[in-house]
């Protein structure tokens, strides 16, 4: 496994890790198989969309931002409920096939790791088998 780093700059926001999970992919010797991206975190989450109109991450966060409020009389006593939230419904890991030794992604996908309680110094482990 490798462990990749994410600094976030903001409280929410998408960074697109692509290119870093294809290096530990092309590093890892693997040709065929899965890789596994696994976000250890519970207020950021990880996802595959669109990497080619940065408007499409601008649009799903105001989604993710208007659904789930910042403030909606939470239980959570920490006051960060909404980034749970947030994390549970993306999602913390996905698996993305491994073909001649790189990540087999659609012509427009790309990985993006997602903050929704930032700014924060974030880990994302690289799985390749
Ligand atoms: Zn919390």
């Excluded at 239980?75 to 960060?80: P, V």
Aim: proline share 4%; glycine share 10%; charged share 20%.
């Amino acid at each position: 496994m490798e462990e990749l780093s994410v600094n976030t700059g903001s409280r929410t926001g998408f960074t697109d890790i692509t290119a870093k999970v294809r290096a530990v992919v092309r590093d890892s010797g693997v040709e065929q198989g899965v890789c596994l991206i696994h976000v250890p975190h519970t207020t950021a989450a990880v996802t595959i969309n669109e990497n080619a109109d940065p408007a499409v991450q601008e649009d799903i966060l105001k989604e993710l931002n208007k659904v789930i409020p910042f403030q909606d009389g939470y239980a959570h006593m920490e006051g960060n409920s909404a980034a749970h939230v947030k994390s549970s419904i993306v999602g913390c890991s996905c698996s993305i096939p491994i073909d001649g030794g790189d990540l087999a992604l659609g012509t427009w996908q790309g990985v993006f790791f997602c903050e929704f309680d930032g700014p924060r110094s974030r880990k994302v482990w690289v799985t390749c088998r």
